[in-house]
């Protein structure tokens, strides 16, 4: 059986005569009148249709007039009504009170943990993939600036069930993000909350604008007016030989208290950065260690790898910076310095500032990847001025990625 169109037929071909094309336009011309009641309503055509087309260019201008780098694929809201989310954050940081080791509060002793990024080894079996969290303490002495770090004897094991392309529980990083310890896995996209030893996913980030099929690789992650940001690595995608593929490393997710994500472009941004240390494409930074400082109102970035070349799998791995850079809110200022020596395999994986300190002393973490081979060091510093409180000690054989006071 064959269908048929609900609307009348039309055939440009055929022509009327002058009267049909008058009787035509007459009957748009007309009134049309619903009875309703005793009352006639009589509705004009004309005045519909300039309704019609006034609605639709008052939401063209709309969607033109939204900030660049905004993408509404996930809750079709602007940005800044994020703020305005109906949610008590809890604001406890760190999760566990430190101990203080004198009377006068100069010497405190902080729970601290790292989680690694096991890369392939994280497959244990058919459905099962795991990674190690190792906690330990970190005493600091305010007066004198002297650390002391002590590691626990065993590590807890993480274990999940997510995955993507036969990989998965590949943690990037640890935040505490409304009174809750997060990890981040940079296969599958799924923001996790430890609790105890178990994973729980909590969100998924797509990756791009968010229209992506796969997930985001997140690096790096912080907390801002109670807002989590999630990054990637903030280069291009590109090739063994450095040839681009895609910027959706480039854009970055705001995730609230209650999960809704929106994703913004940070090209420019990152761009800034490069531009800031004098690098120019095909030079490149990879970030892997960013943290937001409300005291100091800005954007710390301690870049894992720094080149003025392309980008070239072998050589990447001997590209590691001892560089700190600063941007304010909008970017429009960036200062660049140095903490410390410079150890071309070793990479800033994670980094946190030391509770206390008002945000002048920080913790760090730098990993290696050399010929397969993978090992995690732990450094003190001065925020002010890049000096080395705490030399770079190693924790092991083991490429961690996220640090946090627990």
């Given amino acids: 059986m064959s269908s048929r169109s609900l609307l009348p037929e039309f055939n440009p071909l055929v022509t009327g005569s002058s009267s049909t094309s008058r009787d035509w336009l007459q009957a748009i011309r ?31 201008i709309f969607y033109t007039l939204l900030p660049k ?23 406890t940081y760190p999760l566990t009170r430190p101990i203080s080791l004198d009377r006068a509060d100069n010497k405190l002793k902080y729970r601290i943990a790292v989680v690694a990024d096991m890369d392939k080894e994280s497959k244990l079996v058919d459905n099962a993939w795991i990674s190690k969290l190792k906690t330990g303490w970190l005493v600091y002495d305010r007066k004198y600036k002297l650390v002391e770090i002590e590691w626990d004897s065993s590590e807890l094991t993480l274990k999940g069930s ?25 296969r599958t996209g799924v923001i996790y909350r430890i609790e105890d030893e178990r994973v729980i996913p909590w969100v998924l980030l797509n990756d791009g604008d968010g229209h992506a099929t796969k997930g985001f690789k997140s690096e790096w992650a912080t907390v801002k007016d109670g807002l989590l940001y999630v990054g990637g690595l903030g280069k291009e995608w590109t090739n063994s030989n450095g040839a681009i593929i895609s910027y959706d490393p480039q854009w970055i997710k705001v995730v609230t208290p209650g999960g809704r994500v929106v994703h913004r472009e940070w090209r420019d941004n990152y761009l800034s950065l490069c531009a800031a240390a004098n690098i120019e494409p095909p030079g490149y930074m990879i970030h892997e260690a960013v943290n937001w400082s409300p005291v100091h109102q800005q954007w710390f970035f301690l870049p894992r790898r720094a080149s003025h070349e392309a980008y070239d799998d072998l050589k990447d791995e001997i590209r590691g910076t001892n560089l700190l850079l600063r941007a304010s809110q909008d970017f429009q200022r960036i200062t660049l310095q140095k903490v410390g020596p410079k150890i071309e395999s070793h990479g800033f994986s994670s980094f946190k500032f030391i509770p206390e300190t008002q945000d002048t002393v920080a913790v760090a973490i730098k990993s290696e990847e050399v010929k397969g081979k993978a090992a995690t060091y732990i450094t003190v510093f001065n925020v002010a001025d890049g000096q080395i409180i705490f030399p770079e000690t190693k924790i092991g054989n083991v490429k961690y990625e996220g640090i946090e006071f627990i």
């Fill in 30 to 60: 007309t009134r049309t009148n619903f009875r309703i009641g005793n009352s006639t309503v009589r509705c004009q055509t004309n005045f519909t249709l300039t309704i019609i087309v006034l609605g639709t260019i008052t939401l063209l």
């Fill in 69 to 91: 780098g905004m993408s509404l694929f996930d809750d079709h809201t602007h940005y800044q009504s994020l703020l305005e989310e109906p949610a008590n954050y809890n604001a």
């Fill in 162 to 186: 997510l995955s993507q392309g036969g990989r998965g529980m590949e943690l990037s990083e640890l935040v505490i993000f409304d009174g809750k310890l997060l990890s981040f896995d940079d």
